[in-house]
């Protein structure tokens, strides 16, 4: 499975912001998709999953309520909706593919591949 991720940028803090992750390749075998992302120094972290065959969602406390993760199963894409940014946002951004049952979304080793990541800066 390929992976792309598109989206990021520079916006001020409370503006909002859709990251795109088009997948190619094995996308039939795709039993969820998660995005994580990586802040200056720190670790990657999980933000949003979303499992591809129910649509059920999945958020980190630090965007619940502000991040929208979704699917469009027909172009074999997912999205993240990303409203009300604050400066702590500021992060590359990754999508990933799980091909095998989980419920540990938020776990960086159950994912099986990784999109190039996208820089989202938040001015404040």
């Known amino acids: 499975v390929q992976l792309q991720a598109s989206g990021g940028g520079l916006v001020q803090a409370g503006g909002s912001l859709r990251l795109s992750c088009a997948a190619r390749?094995?996308?039939?075998?795709?039993?969820?998709m998660g995005w994580f992302r990586r802040a200056p120094g720190k670790e990657r972290d999980f933000v949003a999953a979303?499992?591809?065959?129910?649509?059920?969602?999945y958020y980190a406390d630090s965007v619940k309520g502000r991040f929208t993760v979704s699917r469009d199963n027909a172009k074999n894409t997912v999205y993240l909706q990303m409203n009300s940014l604050k400066p702590e946002d500021t992060a590359v951004y990754y999508c990933?593919?799980?091909?095998?049952?989980?419920?540990?979304?938020?776990?960086?080793?159950?994912?099986?591949?990784w999109g190039q990541g996208t820089l989202v800066t938040v001015s404040s």
């Open positions: 390749g094995r996308t039939f075998s795709v039993y969820a």
């Open positions: 979303i499992n591809w065959g129910s649509g059920s969602t």
């Open positions: 990933a593919s799980d091909l095998h049952p989980t419920l540990a979304y938020q776990r960086l080793r159950e994912y099986d591949y």
